[in-house]
């Protein structure tokens, strides 16, 4: 534009230029240019410049309107051609909206978990103050960590340390796997059942539905309980002050509260003062728990005053810790853990509250998995984009000869991305709700939609979904609005060299990504595999644990084992104070020629070790002929021989601090039997004899029979004969076992889920792209079959690139996979090798696919009629 | 077809009423003469940049002349199809008035 002597100052003249309208911009500046000239001429310059800026700020606010009111029209537009492109190109939009709203789906899901692990214990109002009382015992270096305490630590701490306000104590023994729980008609038996101090509704947030707070837990045999039980127990009748028989003890129900909620790291369903303890009725539960020091069975929670830090208090407990727990000899600590992270940072902590504790790892293994999801539908999108780009340059020429700019190109193409990932998002929601229940049967987990995270999870969406959209359209916009108009509207597009190998490098790190998941599942499988045929030392088929938990139960052992022995399908029945994959208490040993320690040790009876089919490497079994060995005889496994330096342990003098008479001996070494999980090396455990009539935790029976349901249901009867108020219970030692791999397991079937989803939408990629290439290339397949070409070398010429591809992606892939997997095992102690078999098999298995998305685009390719692919245009 | 607004309304009448010398200029001198009000020249345009999209109206360019820049004036022009619009608007105008009470202040 050129201008003469009386043109605008420039300032004004460049803000007009750029906030007026392109379409009126001449007409309008023209104007201001007339007005001005008049003004300058007729009055001066000085009058001129301010009517000029007076103008353009009261002008200001119209062009922007306009311009504002024309760019949504444009957008209209935008939507409209956006939709066309989509109707036209079924099969592009398909592959593209399937693929991205799977991958979306995925992510809704893994966030939905994400958001669940993350707001565990979340919703009690003082969750930023109240911490848990954590054991650290250092033993050889190594630090162990539980989560119980002796029961007066935490009352003691509380009168010693001013900063807390208030303590818990809540006790959930857990060698009672079912309550008797019973009221005037009914009988239930019930698993969740927690006795607490009163405090416990003060610090935690347990809204009462009925009954009063401060009166609720305050007098022995008062119980609490969830909203669902007393609609369980009474139907729609109060059960305020009704009375409830629990474990054959009277107990007044003095509260109802609303049901613990699903992302609370312990969930009780029955509350009981933790006075009821002292009552006669639950002597054999607690035994002298409640005032021993030594018998770490309990819970602590501390809540501390507001500003105290936690660290700090540590530092204190020192000297407290000294007096109470010799801790100069144990090497005893204590640590705070804040009640928020109780949830992920407790995998390694023994004796939990909660067996379902999760680790923080798995939620950064799914974020990473959510994460290469997306990128991977983004790659996708983006590939099919560009891969459209010879049919989009007809559209782009058109509209830049009609004098569309390149930055409106570029926001068309944005906006056009952003349609679809809004489409494929909503898509996405539909196919995540319906997803969300198989996922739940599948992993065994109570996730879902609700008020309370779904806001968290719109937002997040749908700002991923403008991200998304913005990064993978950015890409397709700028290639595309490149295009010079001449070219593409002759159609005579030819990819540059660069762009092909980018579009491929998208390809290659596609498939990575999905070898590395493929990997990660086998590698999580086999692991697994190996955790449940691993041989643990010990028989775990047919053997029928039963828990024991009544006195009478101990009593009448030895006439329900003589009964049951009558069955030919019974081999031997053993007693022991624990078993394999349960919690295993430790003692205080001094073996010869070492100090005082606590070690591993279980109680057992002259069967036991026969019965569970544990060998003895060196010396012999407990046995009857020797009466002295009910109190003088230790049998050691090979890892505590090593571990005091015995080269022949038996005879050695070894004893425990119960012992009053100082005489044990050790009389025989069993070779090691894995008694904790695989996530574990064996230890060094100390067997040694139930005393006459003590209590004993577990029945073992030795079965061998091909008709267990039968036999069950003697032993069954058998059991109700003797012990007709007790409920039967009774599990198969190797299903008890895997549930320790239960969280993996998890793992491994919601993975392995993710990982078909990646799969799927890397091979829909491929197809689209195979069919693009194939498209472009249909002229030069005509030629070669004048020439001679067979079908089969077209499909393979075709195949080939692909396969390249692949087996770049896998290059890629393997030494990422192999570090990561490496590290996931490191968490068990005994572990597969990681084989090249997994790695050869994942990358078999993503060319066979990457062939498969293919074939079909080749095939149609290779029987192309010449002639009319020559026609072609 | 959308009814016209009041300010497109506005701008079409008094280009019609300029009758072929209705350009920018022009074109805001009468529209503030008939509402007795300054008019920006953004407030002009916005109305004018529709009517002219909607085919209300057509643009002529005159020669290019010093005072504007070196630009040409551009002379907008009535089409038929404007100026059914104007009639639609008008009579829709003259049946809303019909049997109003006066509104006309009493005391003045």
């Known amino acids: ?873 | 077809m959308k009814l016209l607004s009041r300010s497109e309304e506005i701008v079409l009448l008094s280009i019609w009423k300029l009758q072929g010398s209705a350009y920018g200029v022009t074109i805001r001198k009468q529209v503030s003469k008939i509402t007795g009000k300054r008019w920006s020249i953004g407030a002009i345009y916005a109305p004018l940049h529709r009517v002219e999209k909607k085919d209300l109206v057509k643009t002529i360019k005159g020669d290019p002349i010093p005072e504007r820049g070196g630009r040409s004036k551009i002379y907008y022009e009535i089409t038929p199809k404007g100026k059914k619009a104007l009639l639609e608007i008008k009579k829709v105008h003259d049946s809303m008035w019909v049997g109003i009470p006066s509104l006309e202040f009493e005391g003045k």
Not at chain 1, 225 to 251: C, D, W
Not at chain 1, 496 to 508: A, D, E, G, I, Y
């Open chain 1, 1 to 873: 534009m050129s201008l003469n002597k009386h043109s605008l100052p420039r300032l004004g003249g460049w803000l007009l230029e750029h906030i007026i309208n392109r379409e009126v911009r001449y007409s309008a500046l023209g104007d201001f240019e007339e007005i001005y000239t008049k003004i300058s001429e007729q009055i001066g310059i000085r009058p001129a410049k301010i009517w000029l800026w007076k103008q353009i700020l009261k002008s200001i606010p119209s062009f922007l309107a306009d311009s504002f009111y024309w760019g949504i029209v444009m957008l209209k537009n935008y939507f409209k051609t956006a939709i066309r492109n989509l109707k036209r190109q079924k099969i592009y939009s398909f592959i593209n909206i399937t693929g991205l709203s799977v991958g979306l789906a995925c992510c809704i899901l893994i966030t939905l978990y994400i958001h669940f692990e993350l707001s565990y214990d979340d919703y009690h109002q003082k969750a930023e103050n109240i911490y848990r009382t954590i054991e650290i015992e250092t033993e050889s270096g190594k630090k162990q960590y539980s989560a119980s305490v002796p029961a007066p630590l935490v009352p003691t701490l509380s009168e010693e340390f001013p900063e807390i306000t208030r303590v818990v104590r809540i006790f959930h023994p857990s060698w009672i796997e079912k309550w008797k729980i019973s009221c005037e008609d009914k009988t239930f038996f019930e698993t969740d059942v927690f006795f607490a101090d009163p405090a416990v509704l003060e610090v935690f947030t347990f809204p009462l539905v009925q009954g009063l707070q401060e009166k609720a837990l305050t007098e022995p045999h008062s119980v609490i309980i969830t909203r669902e039980m007393a609609q369980k127990y009474f139907g729609h009748s109060n059960p305020l002050g009704k009375s409830l028989s629990i474990h054959g003890v009277q107990t007044k129900i003095t509260g109802v509260i609303q049901d613990v909620p699903p992302n609370s790291h312990f969930r009780f369903k029955f509350l009981i003062s933790l006075d009821t303890l002292e009552s006669s009725g639950f002597r054999n539960v607690v035994y002298d728990m409640l005032n021993n020091w030594r018998s770490h069975n309990f819970y602590g929670y501390l809540l501390l005053r507001e500003g105290v830090s936690s660290a700090e208090l540590e530092k204190k407990f020192v000297p407290f810790l000294e007096r109470h727990f010799n801790t100069k000899i144990t090497g005893f600590d204590l640590y705070l853990q804040p009640l928020k992270k109780v949830h992920l940072y407790s995998n390694n902590f023994s004796y939990d509250i909660s067996t379902s504790n999760s680790d923080v790892a798995y939620v950064y293994i799914f974020s990473a998995i959510a994460f290469f999801i997306l990128i991977i539908a983004c790659i996708n999108y983006m590939n099919l984009t560009t891969a459209r780009a010879a049919n989009k340059a007809k559209e782009v020429g058109t509209r830049k000869i009609i004098g569309a700019t390149r930055i409106q190109l570029i926001q068309q193409f944005l906006g056009e991305s952003i349609i679809l990932l809004f489409i494929a998002l909503l898509i996405a929601f539909l196919l995540a709700s319906l997803m969300l229940p198989v996922l739940n049967t599948l992993a065994g987990s109570d996730f879902s939609i609700d008020s309370g995270n779904i806001l968290t999870i719109l937002g997040l969406l749908l700002a991923a979904s403008l991200i998304l959209g913005f990064a993978a359209g950015i890409y397709p916009a700028l290639f595309l609005s490149t295009f010079q108009p001449l070219h593409s509207l002759r159609g005579k597009l030819y990819p540059r060299v660069s762009r092909v190998h980018f579009r491929k490098t998208l390809v290659v790190i596609q498939f990575a990504l999905s070898i590395l998941l493929i990997i990660g599942t086998l590698a999580s499988k086999n692991q697994l595999k190996y955790c449940m045929s691993r041989n643990l030392g010990f028989d775990k088929e047919n053997v029928i644990g039963i828990p024991v938990r009544d006195v009478r139960t101990i009593l009448e052992f030895d006439s329900v084992k003589d009964n049951l022995l009558q069955y030919p399908e019974v081999m031997s029945v053993g007693r022991s104070s624990s078993l394999p994959g349960k919690t295993l208490g430790r003692r205080g040993f001094l073996p010869e020629g070492h100090e005082w320690a606590p070690r591993y040790s279980m109680f057992v009876d002259h069967d036991f070790i026969p019965t569970m089919g544990i060998e003895i490497k060196e010396g012999r079994n407990f046995s009857r002929d020797f009466g002295t060995d009910i109190e003088d005889a230790y049998i050691i496994n090979e890892a505590a021989a090593e571990e005091f330096g015995w080269d022949s342990a038996v005879g050695k003098r070894l004893i425990w601090k119960g012992d009053q008479n100082m005489k044990g001996q050790v009389i025989g070494v069993v070779k090691n039997f894995h008694f904790k999980s695989l996530h574990q090396k064996v230890e060094p455990i100390i067997l040694h004899m139930l005393p006459e009539k003590s209590g004993f935790s577990y029945m073992t029976i030795k079965i061998r029979t091909q008709n267990i349901l039968y036999l069950m249901e003697e032993i069954g009867n058998i059991w109700e004969r003797f012990f007709p108020n007790l409920p039967f219970e009774f599990f198969f030692l190797d299903e008890q076992l895997n549930r320790l791999y239960a969280t993996e397991m998890r793992l491994g079937k919601v993975s392995g889920i993710f990982t078909l989803l990646s799969i799927i939408i890397a091979s829909l990629g491929v197809f689209g792209l195979a069919s693009y290439i194939t498209e472009q290339r249909t002229k030069e397949i005509g030629i070669r079959k004048v020439l001679g070409a067979t079908s089969m070398s077209i499909a393979i010429l075709l195949s080939k690139e692909f396969t390249k591809l692949v087996i770049l992606s896998n290059i890629i892939a393997w030494p990422v996979a192999y570090y990561l997997t490496h590290r996931w095992l490191q968490n068990f102690a005994y572990r597969i090798d990681l084989s090249i078999g997994i790695f050869l098999f994942a990358s078999f298995l993503a060319v066979i696919i990457t062939l498969l998305s293919v074939a079909y685009q080749s095939v149609k390719a290779s029987f192309i009629n010449p002639a009319c692919a020559l026609r072609y245009e």
